[in-house]
């Protein structure tokens, strides 16, 4: 005997927030019942705000990411940010001019950066990540200095942006709060929205660094649309069907 109603909506609903992202043939294959009574389905929990439909299937609900003091920050998802930083690394070659946004994750990056290369120069506007750096005396390093952020030991305001824009970068390594096909990046505070822009605009290729649990949410206010030129980096846990999704629309997702 086929499932309820309820008892297979409650499934698809499982199903979604488990994977991230289903798509009609998926699910009528699953429940065996027609494409109708699927999108009747996904119609209902739409409804109910327990999905959101998409052309051909679902994705789960983006919840909105406040962004927590850098203190707190620091605690959360210490072992994905450390694994997709690894990746991160393979971009970056000896004799690189670069760009480290502010943040937990930079922060981490920097200390892989500091024991790994000699002979770059790095710009930033983390105080944080810039006493990592200093570390390591073959680096030629910048601080982009201006108005001091105490609770994100980061500089942001007009003396960092005009930094900023009298320089010049092969790349440049960003970290926002949220990652979303529909939304882009997205953060939660503008004068540092200001300064990961101003880094965009001055570099020749970007990294967007993200773990995991960061995709499909959203933020106050969108850094930059989802552009196929950047390269996305997150950790090994991303769920498969949002992977697929991204590579469809030719993002490039490197999690492993």
Known sequence: MGLLA???????????????????????ALFHVSSETVRKDLLALEKDQRLVRTHGGAVR?????????L????????????????????????????????????????RLIACTFTH??????????????????????????????????????TLTLSLIHRLHFDKCFIFPS????????????????????????????????????????TSRIQIDEMRPTYTYITDSALPEEIYKRYLDNQIQIIKE
């Open 6 to 28: 309820i008892e297979r909506r409650n499934a698809i609903a499982r199903l979604i927030h488990e994977q991230g992202s289903v798509t009609l043939c998926e699910l009528t």
């Open 61 to 69: 609900v983006a919840h909105r990411e406040e962004l927590a003091p």
């Open 71 to 110: 203190r707190e920050r620091r605690k959360d998802c210490v072992a994905q940010k450390r694994e997709l930083c690894r990746y991160a690394l393979r971009f970056i070659r000896n004799g690189d001019v670069i760009a480290l946004d502010a943040g937990s994750t930079g922060a981490e990056l920097a």
């Open 120 to 157: 770059l120069t790095i710009a930033t506007s983390s105080l944080e990540i810039f006493n990592i750096l200093s570390e390591n005396p073959d680096f030629d390093l910048i601080l982009c200095g201006g108005h001091f952020i105490r609770e994100e030991l980061a500089f942001a305001g």
């Open 178 to 217: 949220a990652v979303s096909r529909e939304w882009g990046l997205m953060d939660s505070r503008d004068d540092l929205i200001a300064v990961q822009q101003a880094l965009i605009h001055h570099s020749d290729a970007v990294y967007v660094l993200a773990y995991s649990e960061r995709f499909e949410q």
